[in-house]
């Protein structure tokens, strides 16, 4: 049985991932299930027998027949990347004007690569396009995304990309993206983005004090924060309309005050420009970051007040950082607890299936599935050359199973987030690795569950009180 016991101050719970559901039970139902030491078989001794029924009869506390792991995209992805490609991601330069202390190219534990000085050249950023244009002969919509480093110190060949690209996907739908730091933005380049279709994302972490800690120039001194503000302004006072292409990323560092790095969309003063918030990722850097009082608490009280939002309790200002982060979370709850039966063979959650929603295309030309992942043979799909290597595409996508043993005996297995990232070692996949990672998914997978238990209690809550409003 694949069942998971969580205690709430709503009560007592159990999630049973072999029809996904999870049910209110009785204390002392959860007090005797939690000292089971393994649930594949329950005593015929069980004083809740009258319990155990009514929840089997409903599909739960039966056991659970996984034999075998495989993505139920393994046999039509083939034909996907071959004809349905829709979004390209290209790293332009592997160099930066900047060295954020968290950026995973300024230190790292030698699983990503370093900053470099190596830079695209027009003929493999030409052979990448000409392959995103064999293989989306059914892709309606064409995205080709612009990364780096700074993919702006490339600025000259992102321009001739744009051009080659018009030509190229002429009648269909085609939308730019990039990911800068803003540092480089100039009246040229906000003019040539505003003619072709682009949208924008700037990363900026907080305000001054707390941005620069962590975000640096390369080689001065100067604040970075004052020299993106002013290229805020810039698009501000030259094209408000440009505004609604824009976003910002931010990434938190846990050491910092909270309420501090919340005061961000004030000091800016750019109404309605969302934020992509997220907390500084860990995964592979060689020191861990803290999480200190001043962060967690007033982090805390401010996701409790979108929970009380939900009910109308509370009217969340236009733009919090926050928000995005609780609405994801949402998302995720949403899709993650709809009950369906657990097929014989399938797959964890977690992995994405590489090119399906994007392929990332580096300097050397070598294809990988996002941008995310370190560029290193373990993680390499192909190149723009010869095309996909679907034997690698296939073990990437099933990553599950190394670690089959485990999680076919996982409480966790429709709710994990490991991805291939979390068993990436270098140049090999590491079993070890994604397992080490284990516990921690687990921790993220309870507290989903959670939160699906409080969603669902205030949206009953919710109901019941416009009932007794509206009569
Ligand atoms: S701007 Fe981006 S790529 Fe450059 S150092 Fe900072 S995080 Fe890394
Ligand atoms: S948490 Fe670990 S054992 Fe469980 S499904 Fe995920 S990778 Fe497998």
């Known amino acids: 049985m694949l069942i998971h016991l969580i205690r709430s101050p709503l009560g007592y719970f159990l999630y049973d991932a072999k029809v996904n559901k999870v049910e209110s039970i009785s204390k002392s139902l959860h007090d005797y299930l939690s000292q089971l030491e393994d649930y594949s078989n329950l005593p015929d001794s069980c004083p809740d027998t009258e319990e155990i029924n009514s929840l089997q009869e409903s599909g739960l506390l039966s056991p659970c027949t996984i034999s075998g792991i495989k993505h139920p995209l393994t046999e039509h992805l083939p034909d996907f990347l071959d004809r349905s490609l829709s979004h390209l991601i290209l790293q332009v330069t592997q160099n930066c004007n900047f060295r954020c202390s968290y950026c995973p190219y300024t230190d790292n534990s030698g699983i990503q690569r370093l900053h470099s000085t190596q830079r695209m050249t027009i003929d493999s950023a030409r052979q990448a396009l000409d392959f995103l244009h064999k ?92 020299c993106v503000q002013e290229k805020v302004n810039l698009i501000k006072n030259d094209y408000p309309e440009f505004l609604l292409r824009l976003t910002f990323t931010m990434v938190m560092d846990p050491a910092n005050d909270y309420s ?88 964890p959650g977690g992995p994405c299936a590489p090119g399906y929603k994007k392929f990332f295309v580096n300097v050397e030309g070598n294809i990988y ?15 723009i050359y010869s095309g996909f290597n679907m034997e690698k595409v296939n073990t990437l996508l099933n990553i599950g199973c190394l670690t ?13 987030g490991s991805c291939m990232l979390y068993a990436c070692n270098g140049e090999e996949l590491s079993s070890q690795k994604r397992s080490d990672f284990c516990s921690e998914i687990k921790a993220q997978a309870h507290q989903l569950i959670r939160s699906y238990i409080l969603r669902k209690d205030l949206n009953h809550h919710n109901i019941v009180m416009e009932e007794a409003v509206n009569g």
């Open 404 to 416: 089959k043993d485990k999680c076919i005996r996982c409480w966790a297995f429709r709710l994990c």
């Open 369 to 383: 599935a996002c941008e995310k992942v370190p560029e290193s043979e373990s993680m390499k799909i192909g190149d």
């Open 260 to 347: 501090a790095i919340s005061a961000l969309p004030d000091i800016l003063d750019a109404r309605n420009v969302p934020f992509l918030a997220s907390i500084v990722n860990d995964l592979d850097a060689k020191e861990k970051h803290s999480y200190e009082e001043c962060f967690i608490s007033p982090y805390q009280y401010a996701y409790f007040l979108r929970y009380l939002s939900q009910i109308k309790r509370y009217i969340p200002a236009p733009i919090e950082i926050i928000a995005n982060i609780f609405e994801q979370e949402t998302f995720k709850v949403n899709a993650s607890f709809q009950p369906s039966p657990l097929p014989d063979i399938t797959t």
């Open 135 to 226: 293989h989306s002969i059914d892709a309606p919509t064409i995205t080709v995304g612009f990364y780096g480093g700074e993919p702006m110190l490339e600025w000259a060949l992102i321009k001739q990309v744009v051009y080659e690209a018009e030509k190229m996907f002429e009648g269909k739908e085609l939308r730019f993206n990039m990911t800068s730091n803003g540092s480089l933005l100039t009246n040229e380049v906000l003019d040539f983005l505003t003619d072709h279709n682009f949208t924008l994302s700037i990363s900026l972490d907080g305000p001054k004090e707390v941005n620069d800690k962590n975000r640096k120039f390369h080689n001065n001194n100067q604040s970075t924060f004052s």
